[in-house]
Structure formats: structure tokens, C-alpha cells
């Protein structure tokens, strides 16, 4: 009874590391799109309000993931307070601060440090072509972590599964 009991919570185990890891998996393709939705905001609440983009992220842009709502208003309190230097290097900087947090692949986190020179340039052409531009990054990049996700959710779910059977089995 011992030992059947104890397989029954190895193998339940095993599923919910399974489910646990699709669920991660998930969230961070959710967090691209709410990304990719964020800079879409800042840009078209910037161009249709003609405000400073510190008052856009301090008041006027909210998203659904919370720690985004922290990173806008942390970058807002650094450009208001202007200690740091130009508002590319401040949007920087806060991202970096933010990676662990957000945990973004290095090639994603550079594709949103770099966001910053959208909103932050010397014109509003060039703001455009920096945006067109992180913006087909982005994209390129959540097809790619689409395309990873249901390889990764196959392999992880068949590999854990399959080691709680295998414990079992040495188990019993």
C-alpha cells in the first residue's frame, strides 16, 4: 500500500513539474505580447497627446502585468528627476534593472533596451523608423518563442513524466 502510494505522488509530481513549466512557458510568451503592446501605447498615446513620455508612463499607460506598471513608473520618476542623463540611457537602464525581474532572453532584453531610442530621438521620423524597426525585432521574436513553446512543452512534459516513471519503477 506504501509503495503504491508513494508512485501515485511521484507520477503526480512529475505532472505538475510539467504543467508548472508550461505554465512559465506561457506567461513568458504573454509578457513578449504585453511588451510589444506596451510600446505600441507609449508610441500612439505619444503622437495623439503630444506629451513628454514621462508623463505618458507616469500617468496615461497602464498594462495588465504589474511589474510593467513598475518599470513605466520607475522610468517616469528617472526622467522627471533628471539625474541620469538623456531618456534613452534612463529606458536603458531601468531594463536592466527589470531583466531579472522580467526574465527576458539576452536577445530580447536587447531588443528592449534598445527601445528606447523610439521614443527618445532627435526627431519624429526617426522615432517611427526606430519603432518600425524594434517593433519587426519583437515580432521576429515572439514567432519565434510561439514555435519553441509547443517543442519545449512536448519535451519537458515527455521527460518529466517519463523520469517520475522511471523513479517508480527503481522504486518498486
Request: charged residues 30%; negative net charge; contains cysteine.
Amino acid at each position: 500500500m506504501l509503495k503504491v502510494t508513494g508512485s501515485i505522488i511521484i507520477i503526480m509530481a512529475s505532472i505538475g513539474i510539467a504543467q508548472t513549466i508550461r505554465k512559465e512557458l506561457v506567461e513568458h510568451l504573454r509578457l513578449l505580447y504585453e511588451l510589444r503592446k506596451l510600446l505600441v501605447d507609449i508610441a500612439y498615446a505619444a503622437v495623439e497627446s503630444m506629451q513628454p513620455v514621462e508623463i505618458l508612463l507616469g500617468c496615461f499607460i497602464r498594462t495588465r502585468d504589474e511589474r510593467l506598471n513598475r518599470l513605466c513608473k520607475e522610468i517616469a520618476e528617472r526622467l522627471i528627476e533628471k539625474k541620469e542623463g538623456t531618456g534613452e540611457e534612463v529606458w536603458r537602464n531601468v531594463f536592466t534593472d527589470f531583466r531579472q525581474e522580467l526574465q527576458l532572453r539576452d536577445e530580447e532584453s536587447e531588443v528592449i533596451e534598445s527601445a528606447g531610442s523610439a521614443f527618445f530621438g532627435k526627431s519624429v521620423d526617426e522615432n517611427r523608423k526606430h519603432l518600425a524597426l524594434t517593433i519587426e525585432r519583437l515580432d521576429f521574436l515572439i514567432e519565434t518563442a510561439r514555435g519553441e513553446q509547443k517543442e519545449k512543452q512536448k519535451v519537458y512534459g515527455t521527460v518529466s513524466v517519463l523520469c517520475g516513471l522511471m523513479l517508480v519503477i527503481l522504486l518498486v
